[in-house]
Nanobody, 116 residues
Framework: QVQLVESGGGLVQAGESLRLSCAAS????????MGWFRQAPGKGREFVAG????????TYAYSVKGRFTISRDNAKNTMYLQMNSLKPEDTAVYYC?????????WGQGTQVTVSS
């Protein structure tokens, strides 16, 4: 059973960039579609970006298209989210998981705070 650990969050100003990482331990997630999700204060968890098992196809929420890029390195059991041109509305706790998500795999998440 894989465990997922998110990292790379922090406090940045609007327009700056962050790169989030999702590292898997226990076993490889090479065979799974994966995704990034986020939850803002007082809001439900929402889908941000997805990537298929081989990395050939990606999909994004409308709000982040053109600014965020999802990628994966199956050899390293790691997934990434490059976030450029960050906006205050991107402020949230970011999580990685399978896509569709499995309740077993939610981790602690990593906090992203964007100030203006």
């Amino acid at each position: 059973q894989v465990q997922l650990v998110e990292s790379g969050g922090g406090l940045v100003q609007a327009g700056e960039s962050l790169r989030l990482s999702c590292a898997a331990s226990g076993r490889t997630f090479s065979n799974y579609n994966m995704g990034w999700f986020r939850q803002a204060p007082g809001k439900g968890r929402e889908f941000v970006a997805g990537i298929n098992w081989s990395g050939d196809f990606t999909t994004y929420a409308y709000s982040v298209k053109g600014r965020f890029t999802i990628s994966r390195d199956n050899a390293k059991n790691t997934m990434y989210l490059q976030m450029n041109s960050l906006k205050p509305e991107d402020t949230a706790v970011y999580y990685c998981n399978r896509n569709p998500p499995s309740e077993t795999y939610w981790g602690q998440g990593t906090q992203v705070t964007v100030s203006s």
